[in-house]
C-alpha cells in the first residue's frame, strides 16, 4: 500500500493509524500519485483525505476525499476508477468506521467490477454523512463499488470534473455553452462498466431552486451525466422535456429517492405524476431526516401526499445520526449498519439478478417481506413514527 501526503500535520497520525489497520503501508510526501503504486493508495491533500484502493488498473478502488482536493489528483484518481467519497472534516474514528466498512481487501479474481454513481447535493455535514454511507452501503449490498460525486451550490466538486475555476457558482456551470464537454474521466468509466445506472439525490432546497430558477441549465447539466452513461439510469431530474422522457425508453428503471420533508413532497407527487404518464418503471423511496417526528409525516400521510405506497427510511434517528458524526458503530458488531436494511430494497429493486436474502436475514435487517409496505425500514432503535 502507497500514501501519499501533502498535509504535514496529519501525516504522521494518519500513516500510524493506517499502518496499524493495514500494515505494509508506506508514506510518499509529493504532488502526484506515485506512478509504481501497489494495491492502495491514500493521499492527504491539504485538509482532505483521498484513498483509492487498485490493485490498478482495476475499475474498482475505493476513494475517500474532500473539498478541496487538487482536481489533477481528483482525476488521477477517476480514471482509476475512484469509487467512494468522504468529505472533510475527516476525524481518525470516521477513517477508522470507513475502512471497517469498506472491504479492503484485494478481490477475488472476476469480482463484479460495475459501478453505481450516486451524485449528492450537499447540505452539512448530516447529509454529507448520508451520502457516504449510501454509496458505501449500496456498493457493499450491490457487491459493486458505489462512486458519489457531491454536487454543492458554490461548484465545489464540479468544477473539478469540467475544469471550470472554482469560484464559479453551480449556476454558472450549467450555462451550457461556457462549460466543456462532459468530462472524460466519466466516459471512460461508461466505457468500462456498460448498464452503469447513474442516480441522483437531490435536496429539496436545491430542487427549489431547479424547479423555479435554473431548470433549462439542470436539464442540460443531465445531459452531460446521460452522455457520460448512455446505457442505463436510476434517475428523476426535476425537470422533464423530450430529451429526459426519451431516456425513459427501453424500459429504465426509475427510482424517485427523495427526502422525506414537507418542501420536498409536492415536488415528489408531481415528478411521480410525470413518471407514470412517461409509463416507467418506477418505486418511491423517500429518506427521511432527524426531524421527521417533529414534522407528523407518517408513512400513511406520505403516501396519501404521493398518490400511492413508497418506501421509508429513516436512517438519522437520535443514536444512529450520533453513531455516523462519531465515527463509532451504529449498533454491535452483529448488528447491521442502519443504512444497509434502509438500501437493501433499492439495490435488489434496482439489481434484481442479485442474490435475495433469506426471510431470516430480512427480518433481522427489519425488511418487510413484502416490497412497498408502509411500514417504514427503521433501525431496531430508531423512535417509531
Known amino acids: 500500500m502507497a500514501i501519499l501526503a501533502t498535509h504535514p500535520q496529519a501525516a504522521d497520525q494518519l500513516g500510524q493509524l493506517l499502518k496499524r489497520l493495514l500494515p505494509g503501508s508506506e508514506i510518499h510526501r509529493g504532488e502526484s500519485l506515485p506512478r509504481s503504486a501497489g494495491d492502495l493508495h491514500l493521499i492527504l491533500a491539504e485538509k482532505d483525505l483521498f484513498l483509492a484502493r487498485a490493485p490498478f488498473p482495476s475499475p474498482a478502488p475505493v476513494v475517500v476525499f474532500g473539498e478541496e482536493i487538487s482536481p489533477d489528483l481528483?482525476?488521477?484518481?477517476?480514471?482509476?476508477g475512484a469509487s467512494d467519497y468522504l468529505t472533510w472534516p475527516v476525524t481518525l474514528?470516521?477513517?477508522?468506521?470507513?475502512?471497517?466498512?469498506l472491504d479492503l481487501l484485494p478481490k477475488e479474481e472476476g469480482a463484479s467490477s460495475g459501478l453505481l454513481l450516486m451524485a449528492g447535493i450537499k447540505g452539512g455535514v448530516g447529509k454529507s454523512l448520508l451520502a457516504l454511507n449510501t454509496a458505501i452501503l449500496a456498493g457493499?449490498?450491490?457487491?459493486?463499488?458505489?462512486?458519489l460525486v457531491d454536487l454543492d451550490l458554490d461548484g465545489g466538486a464540479l468544477h473539478q470534473y469540467l475544469k471550470v475555476p472554482s469560484s464559479s457558482t453551480l449556476a454558472d456551470l450549467l450555462q451550457g455553452p461556457k462549460t466543456p464537454r462532459p468530462p472524460q474521466l466519466l466516459q471512460e468509466a461508461a466505457l468500462k462498466v456498460p448498464g452503469l445506472p447513474v442516480a441522483l439525490y437531490p435536496s429539496p432546497e436545491i430542487l427549489g431552486l431547479w424547479e423555479e430558477q435554473e431548470g433549462h441549465r439542470l436539464v442540460w447539466a443531465l445531459e452531460q451525466l446521460q452522455t457520460a452513461f448512455p446505457a442505463g439510469v436510476v434517475d428523476l431530474p426535476p425537470i422533464w422535456d423530450s430529451r429526459s422522457a426519451a431516456l425513459l425508453q427501453g424500459g429504465h428503471k426509475v427510482a424517485l429517492v427523495f427526502p422525506a420533508t414537507p418542501s420536498a413532497l409536492p415536488l415528489a407527487a408531481r415528478r411521480l405524476r410525470r413518471l407514470t404518464e412517461l409509463g416507467a418503471g418506477q418505486r418511491v423511496f423517500l429518506i427521511a431526516n432527524r426531524h421527521l417526528p417533529d414534522m407528523k409525516l407518517t408513512p400513511r400521510a406520505m403516501a396519501e401526499a404521493l398518490g400511492r405506497r413508497v418506501d421509508i427510511h429513516l436512517p438519522y434517528d437520535g443514536e444512529a445520526l450520533s453513531s455516523l458524526e462519531q465515527g463509532r458503530p451504529l449498533a454491535g458488531r452483529r448488528q447491521p449498519p442502519a443504512l444497509v436494511q434502509h438500501l437493501k430494497p433499492l439495490v435488489e429493486?434496482?439489481?434484481p439478478h442479485l442474490a435475495p436474502a433469506t426471510r431470516a436475514e430480512r427480518r433481522f435487517q427489519g425488511v418487510p417481506d413484502v416490497p412497498g409496505d408502509l411500514e417504514p425500514h427503521l433501525h431496531p432503535h430508531a423512535p417509531r413514527v
Open 349 to 351: 429493486w434496482a439489481w
Open 74 to 80: 481528483l482525476r488521477q484518481a477517476m480514471v482509476r
Open 140 to 147: 457493499r449490498l450491490a457487491g459493486q463499488p458505489a462512486l
Open 93 to 101: 474514528p470516521d477513517l477508522r468506521q470507513a475502512l471497517t466498512d
